[in-house]
């Protein structure tokens, strides 16, 4: 009974987790349409992530005493929501850049798409990681979350550059390195994620 629990949780975790990369989509496309409704859509969902982050806790830390796979997705749930949360952290940022006119470079927003791609692919892959478990999968997830920890950063360190030439104004550069924080965030939840799913 147990293990049939734990493989119903990993299906729990793995929508949870594909509710995420909706939101993460979603997000994109207002960031990159300029749409205010797409960024709403986002953000409605990050009240249904929460929900679930609550009760698939709660069903885990029931179990979790007699058994020990359910102790170690523990904390999975809280961080794909900490995933949903670095995402209106995006979702946020965008508005602002909206509703303040904030002009982004060519070069901010095509460095934000890389980022976009990159974090739906290593959301796509750690689902199927939750339900899989297959190491090589996780493996290839850990290792993607830190090119993808390393792609903000270096992102964030030639927009200074961008800063000090004068190529954007204080209020348009501290929207814009808001969202690469967002994506390190991203990249470190997922990568404590997998971690768990994997027993490391």
Do not use: W
Not at 14 to 21: A, I, N, P
């Amino acid at each position: 009974m147990a293990e049939q629990t734990i493989k119903d949780l990993k299906k729990e975790i793995y929508l949870v987790m594909h509710k995420t990369e909706e939101m993460l989509e979603l997000t994109e496309d207002g960031f990159m349409r300029s749409k205010l409704a797409l960024l709403d859509e986002a953000d409605e969902l990050t009240k249904e992530i929460q929900t679930k982050e609550d009760s698939l806790t709660a069903m885990l830390a029931k179990i979790a005493s007699q058994n020990s796979e359910a102790r170690a997705l523990l904390s999975v749930p809280s961080h794909i929501e900490k995933i949903a949360t670095s995402i209106k952290r995006i979702t946020e940022s965008s508005r602002i850049r909206l509703k303040e006119g904030l002009l982004f470079s060519d070069k901010a927003i095509a460095e934000a798409g890389k980022l976009f791609a990159k974090a739906k692919e290593v959301l796509k892959k750690a689902s199927d990681a939750a339900v899989t478990g297959s190491q090589g999968t996780i493996e290839s997830v850990l290792k993607e979350c830190d090119a993808m920890d390393g792609m903000a950063s270096s992102f964030a360190t030639v927009h200074e550059e961008r800063l000090v030439t004068g190529e954007c104004s204080p209020k348009t550069s501290s929207t814009y390195l808001s969202i690469l924080y967002a994506f390190d965030d991203i990249a470190e939840h997922l990568k404590e994620s997998v971690k768990r799913l994997s027993g490391k």
